[in-house]
C-alpha cells in the first residue's frame, strides 16, 4: 500500500497558500515526480546502487544542459548505452499512462505517483498538478515523491520545492525517521505576486501627524505623541517644516488628522491641542 | 541645538514594545550614552583622532576584563597616564550631572544627554532610561548616543542595542547620511518573556479531527478534510490509529469536532458525515 499520503497533504498547503494568494491553476503549476522512476530504470538495468546519487545529480541539469549533453555526461558514468537511453526516455515522459507503459504497473514509483493523483483527485487540486519525468531535484537526500511549482509562462525560477526525504537523518546522526517537506521562495513569489498584481499594499498607515508650532514646543509634542501612540494610534512627528507643507502634507499620506501644538493652547491647559480633522 | 529627536523616538518605540509584551521598568532598564562622552576625554588631553575606535573597543570590553586589565589595555595603546584615569573616571559614572561635574557643561555630549533626557520625560519614559558611562557599544561605527536595554535582574544578555551611527553609510561606498537605529535579540527577549510568564501560547489551534473508518476511505477523507480548510478551519488527517484513541484525541488536543467517515453514509450521501461535537 502505497503511503503518499503526507505528500499529498504538502502539495494541499501549497495549493490552499496560491488560493490564498489570489493566485490560480492557470498561473502556476506544480511538477510532480519521484526519485524512484530512475530507481527502477536503474533496476530494469542492473545498475549498481551507489551510482544512483551521481545520475540524479547529472539529470537535475536538465534545462542548464541540452539532453545531448546530459547523455554525453550520463555516458562517461560508465553506464552502458541501454540505460542511458532508458533514463532519457523517462525524463521526457509527461504522462503517468506513458510511465505505466515503460515500467510496468507492479513498480513502487508508479503505484505510488498513481495514488498521489488519485488523492489530488480527492482533495480537489488535480487541475494543479502534472507528471513530469523530468523532475528530479539536484540534493542528494530526496528518497521519494519530489515535486516543484512553477509558472506557466516559464519567466521564473521554481516557486517552491519538497519531496520526501526518508534517509536525511542519519545524516545528521541520528536514526532515520520518514519525513517530507518543501521549501517556499520568498523572492520569486514576491516577482509573481508583483508581476499578477496580487502583492498586496502593505505600506504604513499614519494616522496622527503632531506638528509643533514653535521649537520650544517639540516637549509638549512629544507628550502629545506619546498618548496618542499608547492609545494605538500611529503618530508621525514632523518638525522642521514650513506650515504651508504641514497643512498639506496630512492629505499626501491620507493621515486622519493633523495634530498642531500652539503655545498659549499648550499654557492655557494641557490637554487643549488644535485639532484638525480632514 | 543638540538634535536627538530620532533616538528619542527609537527609544519610544522600544519602550512601547516592552510595555505591549507586558514587560515593565522594574524588569527592565535602558542604559544610554554617547561615543562623544569618550571623545570629550580625549579632547581634554588633546589625544589624536586615531586612537579614538582602539579605546572604544577596548572600553567595550568592561564586564569580561575587570577594570584593571582594560587599564593596562589602555595603557598599551600609549595614551598618557592622565588621560586612561579621565577614561576610567567616566566610565564609572551614573548620573548626568555627575558628567556635567566632570566635562562642563559646554560639551555636546552633556548637551545631547541632557536633550535626550527631557525628552523622555516629555514622553514618558523616564522611569527607562540611565545614564550609565560604560556603554560604548563594540562596533566602530557608532558616532553619537549609544544604548543597550538589560533586564534588571543581570542575568541576560543585553535586550537590544542601538545609537546613531552618521559615517556608517560611507564604509558602504555610499555619502554620509544621518543615520540611527537598533537591534534587537529575538532570542533574549524570548528568554525574558519565559521568566515572566509573560510568553504567549502560540500552539497550533486544530478544529476539526477527520478518520476514516476504513482504510478505502482515505480518498474521501481528503475530500472532507479539503473543504473544511477551504472554509478556514484547520482539519487534521488522522489515520492508523484505534478508535479508542481516536475518540480521546479530540479532547487531548482540545479540537472542537470529530468527523468520523463512514462506508455507508458516505454511499448514500456525499454531504452525510457522522460528526461528533465535543
Not at 542511458?84 to 513498480?107: A, Y
Not at 507528471?131 to 537526500?141: E, I, K, M, Q, T
Request: proline share 3%.
Amino acid at each position: 500500500m502505497p503511503k503518499v499520503r503526507a505528500e499529498s497533504e504538502l502539495l494541499q498547503a501549497i495549493v490552499l497558500l496560491f488560493e490564498r494568494l489570489g493566485i490560480t491553476f492557470s498561473d502556476v503549476g506544480i511538477r510532480v515526480s519521484s526519485r524512484k522512476v530512475l530507481q527502477a530504470v536503474l533496476n530494469m538495468y542492473s545498475i549498481p546502487e551507489h551510482l544512483f546519487i551521481e545520475v540524479c545529480v547529472i539529470v537535475d541539469k536538465l534545462g542548464k544542459l541540452t539532453r545531448e549533453e546530459i547523455e554525453k555526461e550520463l555516458i562517461s558514468t560508465g553506464l552502458p548505452d541501454k540505460a542511458v537511453q532508458g533514463i532519457i526516455e523517462v525524463l521526457s515522459l509527461k504522462s503517468l499512462p506513458k510511465l505505466e507503459e515503460v515500467l510496468g504497473s507492479d513498480v513502487e514509483a508508479v503505484a505510488d505517483l498513481k495514488k498521489l493523483f488519485s488523492f489530488a483527485e480527492q482533495y480537489g487540486y488535480a487541475d494543479w498538478i502534472c507528471f513530469d519525468g523530468s523532475v528530479v531535484r539536484g540534493l542528494a537526500y530526496y528518497t521519494g515523491i519530489v515535486f516543484e511549482a512553477f509558472d506557466r509562462k516559464g519567466e521564473l525560477r521554481a516557486i517552491c520545492g519538497g519531496g520526501r526525504y526518508n534517509k536525511l537523518l542519519s545524516t545528521f546522526g541520528s536514526e532515520d525517521i520518514p519525513a517530507c517537506g518543501f521549501g517556499f521562495g520568498d523572492a520569486v513569489i514576491v516577482e509573481l505576486l508583483k508581476e499578477k498584481g496580487l502583492l498586496p499594499d502593505l505600506s504604513r498607515q499614519i494616522d496622527d501627524i503632531v506638528f509643533p508650532l514653535d521649537e520650544e514646543l517639540e516637549g509638549p509634542a512629544s507628550t502629545v505623541a506619546s498618548s496618542l501612540r499608547k492609545k494605538d494610534r500611529s503618530a508621525d512627528l514632523v518638525q522642521d517644516k514650513r506650515l504651508k507643507w504641514v497643512f498639506k502634507h496630512p492629505e499626501r499620506i491620507n493621515a486622519s488628522r493633523l495634530i498642531l501644538v500652539g503655545k498659549s493652547e499648550w499654557e492655557r491647559a494641557e490637554t487643549l491641542w488644535f485639532l484638525s480633522f480632514i
